[in-house]
């Protein structure tokens, strides 16, 4: 018997399934209805060649999309409790979730990474639409409040990537608290003075939307995404008129003023390392020319902005050059080069000479 089960039977199984073969080799397109093959769709980064529609794709990819070389590293994200509430509708909310973290082989909606984007340190927060609607409960809220002290202690951009359809109802208030949360994390990037970039992508909406999704500095949006809080058919049924063509896709809102750019996915990687590094530059480029040789070191550390914090500190010195160089100008053009230096050193010089009597 051994052999027939041991030897046979696998044989004949593997005869009669042939399971190694995936069943969707060819996906349609929702917008146009094309039969796209599975690899054509990876290489144009899941967007139809026909028609440009840009279909959904897992955090994962999204990383891999957006790290300079696709390389990232994933933070481990905090761990919350589960089912707060014990919610039951159709089935239990702790029941779904094991089902949906089985499915996608992640703990909750959220994916963390850190790495570089252009060449700038970034920290990307990803939502997996796939896992439970990408909604946000507790999980979420903590894993992007993880991000945003990442992103303070590395000095890094954090970038949003949302794709979530709002708070997650099983969680009830527990994830409406998850709006404020997610805001201060937020205020604590910007208090660093770290840019916060958000990408929005299909589809942002509900609380994700209400909170950090429309705090960015700026806000890049894939083309054709539908962002917005309440669904369109339930603003139409509210106020009771048709609502404009296009109306809570990019682009629209990029007409109303809701979005910055809206940005085709194969550029978006580029565009944002560009971003970064405009944002990130805190000194001028161009070069400061001294005005004399014998003035280069005094000259070369004015602009820096701290110079302005010890100028109190640094007053006399400027003052007693400005005096020498008076006391030895004998050309006229140093004469005249020490008339553009006076303003300048004039008043802390003038400052000096008032506190002098005082004292
Ligand atoms: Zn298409």
Redesign the pocket.
């Known amino acids: 018997m051994n052999w027939i089960t041991n030897y046979v039977r696998p044989k004949i199984r593997a005869l009669v399934n042939r399971s190694d073969i995936p069943d969707n080799l060819w996906e349609k397109?929702?917008?146009?209805?094309?039969m796209?093959f599975h690899r054509e769709l990876e290489a144009s980064l899941r967007v139809?060649?026909?028609?440009?529609?840009h279909m959904r794709i897992a955090a994962k990819r999204r990383l891999e999309l957006l790290f300079d070389d696709g390389s990232y590293s994933l933070i481990e994200l905090p761990e919350t409790i589960v089912d707060p509430l014990r919610f039951r509708d159709r089935e239990r909310y702790s029941e779904r979730l094991r089902r949906s973290r089985s499915a996608t082989g992640h703990q909750d909606a959220l994916m963390v990474a850190h790495g570089t984007i252009g060449g700038e340190k970034a920290v990307v927060a990803a939502f997996n639409f796939s896992f439970m609607g990408g909604s946000m409960g507790i999980a979420v809220g903590e894993g992007l409040l993880a991000a945003a002290k990442l992103a303070v202690a590395q000095e890094a951009a954090l970038i949003a990537v949302p794709a979530s359809g709002g708070a997650r109802m099983q969680e009830g208030i527990l994830s409406l608290m998850q709006m404020p949360r997610t805001t201060i994390a937020v205020d604590m990037v910007k208090e660093k003075g770290l840019p916060y970039v958000v990408l929005l992508t299909d589809p942002t909406t509900g609380g994700v939307t209400a909170s950090f999704a429309m705090l960015g500095d700026i806000h890049i949006a894939e083309p054709g995404s539908v962002i917005g809080f309440a669904g369109a058919r339930v603003i139409e049924e509210t106020i009771r008129e048709t609502l404009p063509e296009g109306f809570q896709r990019a682009e629209y809102l990029l007409e109303h003023g809701m979005v910055d750019m809206v940005v085709p996915r194969t550029e978006l990687a580029e565009t944002l390392g560009r971003i970064l590094r405009l944002l990130a530059r805190r000194h001028p480029e161009a070069e400061v020319v001294p005005l004399r040789p014998g003035g280069e070191e005094k000259k070369a550390e004015a602009p820096a902005p701290a110079a302005s914090a010890k100028g109190e500190a640094r007053a006399p010195k400027p003052a007693e050059a400005a005096a020498e160089g008076s006391g030895e100008g004998t050309g006229k053009a140093e004469a005249e080069q020490d008339a553009k230096a006076k303003p300048k050193t004039a008043a802390p010089a003038k400052g000096e000479a008032e506190r002098g009597p005082a004292e």
Do not use: E, T, V, W
């Not at 397109?29 to 094309?34: D, F, I, R, V």
């Not at 139809?48 to 529609?53: D, K, R, V, Y």
């Open positions: 397109c929702p917008a146009c209805g094309q796209i139809c060649p026909s028609c440009g529609h």
